[in-house]
């Protein structure tokens, strides 16, 4: 069974860090694309980043220059590091991934088998 295992939200003051960090059991994802989406309240589900198949990172534009995809192989796990938070930042962040391997510029509409269950950021002004 493949479980992906989200964490490191919370609550911060716009300006500030947080770091979530994506887990994997029963996948491992060398090889494999690995991409954070988030969901605001009454809005639609949206791309944050990408971490490619290839070691490739992709943003979208409302995360370039503040948020940065890394990935521990070791620990199969994938970083999203957030900086200089937005009070629009604030939603449920889900990491997703899928056994198609790479995903490429269209990372953000592709569907993905794997998600997991979201963890809450919520950034004030």
């Known amino acids: 069974e493949v479980q992906l295992v989200e964490s490191g939200g919370g609550s911060v003051q716009a300006g500030g860090s947080l770091r979530l960090s994506c887990a994997s059991s029963g996948f491992n994802f060398d090889g494999y694309a690995v991409v954070w989406f988030r969901q605001a309240p009454g809005k639609a589900r949206e791309g944050v980043g990408c971490y490619d198949s290839d070691g490739t990172t992709r943003y979208t534009d409302s995360a370039k220059g503040r948020f940065t995809v890394s990935s521990d192989a070791v620990k199969n796990t994938v970083y999203l590091q957030m900086n200089d938070l937005k009070p629009e930042d604030t939603g449920v962040y889900y990491c997703?991934?899928?056994?198609?391997?790479?995903?490429?510029?269209?990372?953000?509409?592709?569907?993905?088998?794997?998600w997991g269950q979201g963890t809450q950021v919520t950034v004030s002004s």
């Open positions: 997703a991934t899928d056994p198609r391997g790479g995903a490429g510029f269209l990372w953000a509409s592709l569907p993905y088998d794997y």
